[in-house]
């Protein structure tokens, strides 16, 4: 399936305004209490893991988390996030693809990698396609936590 | 009816007319043995000029080369003294006499030459000649030579006996002169042969060369060595591309002259014969290399070298090398000569480049292997860990107020972790071959900031420095090289620079620097730290790595430097580093 493909499908809301959702549904004091995150990584291990430690930080909202493409694009749609963090790294090799589709998005969120093991090649590629930051999974959150919120305000 | 036996019948006894007959046809035979055993054109044309002369009993002999057309294109003489050969204006042309001679195809005997209607009368300075004798030479009913014997000594004429004996010569010389003639075309068509044949063997060598498996410095060496055979060269030498730095280092030198038959073994395109050569990958060749070229080494010349060809090696879209030979004394270089080795580069031209990119592909493949292996081997050792090491992170932080001392212990266990990943991530680095050895740093250097150039049109610069490079081994090289990417990377998303300096070199404190200076907007170090994301602390690591440090200096409108510090002793080994050049 290409990014493409994903986009077609919609997966997402296009055709409403991202602002009007919000309102309808009410969540626009949430929005304005905090950066609001969706992780999408296939361990789900790692992505609860991840959601309970970055719930912890007082300004990040973890909107919620995924591992399942087509899970991803529904949930990214609907659920308007700032910020997607990212693993690229995938046994289905769709991370790149993923990331393509949401930056395609209307409204995109602004996409940070967080990823295994880095490689140059990946880093490039990642960045190319429209991350703002290509990062390492190190058990030190609060490096991670700055970031994501530097990146949310880029 | 032979005339012996008509003259034979004059009287019962041989009379003494019957003996000089006798005698002179045994002349003749003698003549005609030795005509046939002189295989030289010329030297068969004098023999039968002086056989003719003497059988004739003439004062004066000539031999005659008919062009075909009309005229005469030699002329030989037999009986002129020094004098009288320099006093005559020009040479017969081939009109009267001759012309009529030509012309019939029959021999003529006069009494005096004067006489005949033909006649037009001699060249200005030509000796008084009356009695003449002249018989053509016929190989296949045409006429391929004339022979003209005049003054016949101690008679007023020739004989028709004479006519007849010069006749019988004049069919030998035929054959003679065909034969002597075949021969020297079989002699120059033999040589031609052997030389194409040299030609293609060459050529044969070196496509079974191009596509063998020979390492490069070997295929060079053989390659050399046969162009230096066949041309007779004294010394050769070849030069390749140094892709990075764009100037063209000497790869091999055979022969004389030394070891090296210049000052400096780079040359830039355009400098010197070599890059001449190079630039505009058309070959050259002199015969005064004294007066030719400044990076000449003077013992050259003294050694008698004189002549020097060049060739370029080519690749396609580019020139790869260049191969020169040299030779003592001067030495005329043919057209020939220069296809031939235009040829022999283009074939070494892309041996070299084959060699180039087998390398190139050999690692590529590795590494790829590698690189799957290792992502499915550790990337979920990782993934695990990492799960644990955060839900550990989310309890410490949880009941930190609650169990102080469960949460330091928590935090050396997450410390420990940590370290276990980072093992795991070096651990596929170091699945990962060296991509760039030391040898190829420069050159990897150049592919970056050339890429860099096209992606970005920001004017850059790369400087290294050759000595820098004999401390660094081949994992630092690597790294070195990340760093540059790293650097770069960064410049191209914020910097807005305009021009990038990138340089290698070693500082005065045995340290070695790499620098990457930008002329860009820069940025507020201590409050915009985010700015470089996981560039910088990439680039740090790295850094780190090689036991070294990294330096970024830069403020609004200063642009940005970085700079990479690395202690020599780290860098070098006790292991002596491989000189090989290429696998």
Redesign the interface.
């Known amino acids: 399936m290409t990014g493409y493909k994903i986009h077609q499908e919609g997966y997402h809301l296009s055709s409403l305004g991202c602002r009007s959702i919000l309102a309808i549904e009410g969540w626009s004091e949430i929005r304005l209490s905090g950066t609001r995150l969706y992780i999408i990584d296939e361990?789900v291990?790692?992505r609860?893991?991840?959601a309970?430690?970055l719930e912890?930080a007082a300004n990040l909202h973890v909107v919620g988390h995924a591992g399942d493409v087509e899970e991803v694009m529904r949930d990214v749609g609907e659920l308007q996030p700032d910020i997607v963090l990212l693993e690229v790294?995938r046994k289905d090799g769709m991370g790149l693809e993923i990331l393509r589709s949401i930056v395609a998005m209307d409204c995109s969120p602004r996409l940070a990698v967080l990823t295994?093991?880095?490689?140059?090649w990946e880093e490039?590629a990642a960045?190319r396609a429209g991350a703002v930051?290509?990062?390492?999974?190190?058990?030190?959150?609060e490096e991670l936590i700055?970031?994501i919120e530097?990146c949310a305000k880029k | 009816m032979s005339h012996e036996r008509t003259i034979r019948t004059k009287g019962e006894e041989p009379t003494n007319e019957v003996a000089t007959l006798d005698s002179d046809l045994q002349a003749l035979y003698r003549a005609t043995l030795s005509l046939v055993s002189d295989l030289s054109l010329d030297g068969v044309l004098r023999r039968v000029i002086h056989t003719a002369r003497d059988l004739s009993n003439a004062k004066y002999a000539a031999l005659g080369i008919p062009t075909g057309d009309g005229e005469l294109s030699t002329f030989i003489t037999e009986g002129l003294s020094k004098e009288e050969y320099d006093r005559i204006s020009h040479q017969p042309k081939g009109h009267g006499l001759i012309g009529e001679m030509l012309r019939t195809g029959e021999s003529i005997r006069l009494t005096n030459i004067a006489d005949h209607p033909k006649s037009v009368g001699f060249p200005e300075g030509h000796p008084m000649m009356k009695s003449f004798l002249g018989v053509p030479i016929k190989a296949y009913g045409r006429s391929i030579g004339q022979i003209y014997l005049s003054e016949k000594i101690g008679e007023p004429e020739f004989t028709f006996e004479d006519q007849h004996l010069i006749e019988m010569l004049a069919a030998h010389a035929a054959a003679a002169i065909e034969n002597a003639r075949l021969y020297q075309k079989v002699l120059g068509s033999e040589h031609q042969l052997a030389e194409r044949n040299e030609e293609l063997g060459l050529m044969y060598s070196m496509a079974t060369a191009v596509s063998s498996s020979m390492d490069l410095d070997r295929l060079l060496e053989v390659m050399l060595d046969r162009v230096m055979n066949i041309f007779h060269a004294d010394a050769g030498e070849m030069f390749l591309l140094e892709e990075a730095e764009g100037v063209y280092r000497k790869a091999i030198h055979l022969g004389g002259a030394s070891d090296a038959f210049w000052e400096i073994d780079r040359f830039r395109v355009g400098e010197g014969i070599i890059g001449q050569v190079a630039l505009t990958g058309s070959p050259k060749w002199t015969n005064d290399l004294s007066g030719d070229d400044q990076f000449l080494r003077k013992a050259i010349v003294e050694s008698g070298y004189e002549t020097l060809v060049c060739a370029p090696l080519i690749a396609p879209g580019k020139v790869t090398g260049v191969l020169s030979l040299a030779f003592k004394g001067r030495r005329p270089v043919e057209d020939r000569e220069i296809g031939l080795l235009g040829a022999v580069g283009a074939g070494v031209g892309i041996a070299v480049e084959n060699a180039r990119l087998y390398r190139r592909a050999r690692r590529v493949a590795v590494l790829e292997e590698r690189e799957r292996i290792g992502m499915d081997l550790h990337d979920g050792i990782i993934q695990s860990i990492y799960a644990i090491g955060l839900g550990m992170e989310y309890t410490r932080l949880s009941y930190e107020d609650k169990v102080p001392e469960a949460s330091s212990r928590m935090e050396q266990a997450i410390g420990g972790l940590n370290k276990v990943i980072r093992d795991i991530r070096n651990y596929i680095l170091d699945l990962q071959p060296s991509r760039i050895r030391t040898d190829d740093l420069p050159e990897a250097l150049g592919r970056l900031v050339r890429e860099f150039k096209a992606n970005t049109l920001i004017e850059v610069e790369l400087k290294v420095d050759e000595d820098a490079l004999e401390y660094i081994q081949d994992q630092p090289a690597e790294v070195l090289f990340h760093i540059a990417q790293e650097a770069l990377a960064n410049t191209a998303k914020h910097a807005r620079a305009s021009r990038v300096v990138v340089s290698l070199r070693q500082s005065s404190e045995s340290e070695l620097i790499l620098q990457i200076i930008d002329n860009g907007h820069g940025f507020e170090v201590e409050t915009q730290p985010g700015l470089l994301g996981h560039g910088l602390s990439n680039m740090h690591e790295r850094a780190r790595q090689l036991g070294g440090e990294l330096e970024l200096v830069s403020s609004p409108g200063e642009g940005t430097t970085i700079t990479v510090r690395i202690p020599q002793d780290r860098l070098t080994s006790a292991t002596t580093r491989s000189t090989t050049r290429y696998e």
């Open positions: 361990h291990t790692v609860s893991a991840l309970e430690r912890q790294k295994s093991y880095p490689t140059k490039d960045l930051c290509y990062m390492m999974k190190d058990i030190d959150s700055r970031m530097w």
